[in-house]
């Protein structure tokens, strides 16, 4: 285990890694699951509260997974038993996800305690591949060891969680703590010490899976929703509607998402390796909480939510937004360049967004509103085919 090399050729995602990423699916699939059933109960601080939580815990554990990986998967036995004790904390968190959402919807303490004993089994086996790698990678000993002592050292704190009773206001308070120094282990690692060697089109790669995962929930998302409308009316022009919204928003979604030649960017500036990072989990959120929204559409049609026509369009059209934004400004920032074309796709894609919430006020049917939401991933790939695409060639052939 001393370091792959970062500039490999044909690197791409191993067998190992695409079945790590099943467990992901459940993850995000729970997690998805409750806070649509908090979006119809129209508890939406306590869903927002518990879906963020959530979303962090998932993304990072896969990110530090995914980063550890390419720089250091060796693939021998020891290797692939530590990946398996990985898998089995991601299923753990799984299956508490369900108490952690209810314990906020119902108020006190924060039942977290199986969440994060899956979380820290998730981490503690990752801190054996680091002290592994420190052991056998002298040259990067540094790093290795300050990843080690960053996951240790939350891993303390949000072991205390369980055992220490706390109110939510206490809870969240150490959560941004702890959070705090989970992002900071990699910036030290990376920036003070001997960092490590990844691989940029590898990580790329990954990045893209894990979308396309999240995205497996606009899928879900739009089966229950036209599951409800055939159950509730029979073959409609509702359930045509729904069926045509959400199978297009998840596919625009999908086309947006790799318009961007994020490997090249990354692989010219490889200090912009944080913001690909960390800017991934709200948009990673996004992507999931977009087929929960689909989702409270479902219970919307079934007469099973609290939410009026123009909140369960809001369900939808908010973290697409998030998602659009999310995805300019982490092009920006690897590109390093802003222009007006791009603030005038952004202003499109969120006037086509407000303009559905407002026909929804107005009195248009929730399903022909989520057609219109459907439209706004069509903006951006529009303005592509227009000029984007010379643009971002270029843009790639001064990184290359």
């Known amino acids: 285990m001393v370091g792959r090399d970062p500039h490999e050729p044909h690197r791409t995602a191993t067998p190992l890694e695409l079945l790590f990423d099943l467990t992901f699916v459940v993850a995000f699939g729970i997690a ?95 801190v054996a591949q680091w ?75 990954r990045y893209g899976l894990l979308a396309i995962i999240a995205l497996g929930e606009g899928v879900v998302g739009t089966v229950a929703s036209i599951s409800a409308a055939v159950g509730a009316q029979g073959w409609s022009t509702d359930a045509v509607l729904v069926a045509v919204a959400g199978t297009g928003l998840t596919f625009g979604m999908w086309w947006v998402y790799f318009l961007v030649p994020h490997a090249d960017l990354l692989h010219a500036d490889r200090a912009a390796s944080f913001w690909f ?35 369960t369009v809001a369900t939808v059209a908010v973290p697409v937004g998030v998602y659009h934004i999310g995805l300019y400004i982490l092009y920006a920032l690897l590109a390093r360049s802003v222009n007006a074309f791009h603030g005038s796709l952004v202003v499109g894609t969120v006037a086509v967004l407000v303009g559905a919430v407002w026909l929804a006020a ?15 991933p069509v903006v951006t790939v529009l303005g592509y085919e227009a000029t984007g695409r010379r643009h971002l060639n270029a843009r790639a052939g001064e990184g290359a």
Not at 68 to 78: C, E, G, L, R
Not at 189 to 199: I, L, N
Not at 362 to 376: H, K
């Open 32 to 126: 998805a699951s409750q806070f649509a059933h908090l979006l119809a109960e129209d508890h939406l601080g306590a869903g927002l509260t518990g879906f963020a939580f959530a979303t962090f815990s998932i993304c990072w554990a896969w990110i530090n997974f995914s980063w550890f990986a390419s720089a250091y998967d060796t693939d021998d036995w020891v290797y692939r038993l530590l990946t398996m004790l990985q898998m089995v904390g991601v299923i753990v968190l799984a299956l508490g996800l369900p108490q952690m959402f209810a314990s906020l919807e119902h108020g006190g303490q924060v039942d977290n305690a199986v969440l994060v004993a899956g979380y820290v089994v998730m981490r503690i086996a990752l």
């Open 131 to 205: 002290l592994r790698a420190a052991a056998q990678d002298p040259a990067r000993r540094s790093a290795c060891l300050t990843y080690a002592a960053a996951v240790t050292v939350a891993q303390i704190g949000w072991a205390a969680q369980i055992f220490i009773p706390t109110s939510a206001g206490v809870f969240f308070l150490c959560v941004v703590v702890l959070v705090a120094v989970e992002l900071s282990g990699p910036v030290v690692a990376e920036r003070r010490m001997s960092g490590t060697p990844w691989h940029a089109h590898h990580i790329v790669e």
């Open 277 to 311: 990072g960390y800017l991934h989990i709200p948009v990673f959120g996004a992507i999931v909480a977009t087929g929960a929204g689909l989702h409270a559409a479902a219970y919307f049609i079934e007469h099973h939510s609290k939410l009026s026509s123009v909140l």
């Open 362 to 376: 107005g009195g248009l049917p929730m399903a022909v509103c989520l057609v219109i939401v459907t439209l706004a």
